[in-house]
């Protein structure tokens, strides 16, 4: 029944060490976005793919990349993590711009 | 820019109506939403609004829009102890892909 699955739910990385966070969905949606929350405050967002279109929000760090292999599945990858870099990563999806977006349960990032 | 304002705290006794107040300054919002979000967990989508209605119901769950305060707000009918969790209040602007979240009110519901 999971709409949204994001993989895995937490994860542990080491200052500097790449990691790549997951997420999938099984609603056939061409949107595809993923947010940072830091604790206490609002998701925001780092950027989203329209069908294979990226897009990328003006202040989002060059140390985050995406990936969008098909229409299912998204990546986010973090070059370098620093300990700023802690925090939830919430992937969503929506059947257009402008719709209703729907959200995975979240993965949450420790950068030791 | 856009900026969405909530209070940071509400309490209220089980069975009581809570109201969660939500302003924000983009007049071009098209869309607003209101999501919940458990502890540890990512949003759920509770309800939204299109910019052109006053108000919009959906069974314990009550939205008023005033487009000219540019305010908006969730009631929730006889609030349970499940209810307890953040809510937050995001808008759209037409045509973009963007939400805006506010900065959240955590709701707590006391027995």
């Known amino acids: 029944d999971a709409m949204v699955i994001q993989n895995p739910r937490y994860q542990v990385t080491q200052f500097g060490k790449p990691v790549t966070l997951s997420c999938s969905q099984t609603?056939?949606?061409?949107?595809m976005y993923w947010y940072q929350q830091k604790s206490s405050q609002a998701p925001k967002l780092l950027f989203h793919y329209y069908d294979k279109d990226f897009n990328n929000e003006a202040d989002t760090p060059d140390n985050f990349q995406s990936r969008r292999p098909n229409t299912s599945f998204c990546f986010l990858d973090i070059r370098s993590p620093g300990l700023g870099d802690a925090a939830m990563y919430l992937c969503a999806t929506s059947s257009g711009r402008a719709f209703e977006q729907y959200f995975g349960p979240g993965t949450r990032l420790t950068v030791t | 820019g856009e900026d969405v304002e909530q209070s940071l705290f509400l309490s209220v006794r089980e069975g009581d109506s809570s109201v969660i107040n939500c302003t924000y300054t983009?007049?071009?919002?098209?869309?607003l939403y209101w999501y919940k979000q458990e502890p540890g967990a990512g949003l759920q989508l509770l309800t939204y609004i299109f910019s052109n209605m006053d108000m919009k119901q959906d069974q314990r769950l009550t939205v008023l829009l005033n487009k000219k305060d540019k305010h908006l707000s969730l009631r929730i009918a006889d609030t349970q102890t499940g209810d307890s969790a953040i809510y937050f209040c995001a808008e759209i602007e037409g045509g973009g892909n963007k939400l805006t979240f506010g900065t959240g009110t955590q709701l707590k519901v006391e027995l």
């Open positions: 609603l056939n949606h061409n949107v």
């Open positions: 983009d007049s071009s919002s098209t869309y």
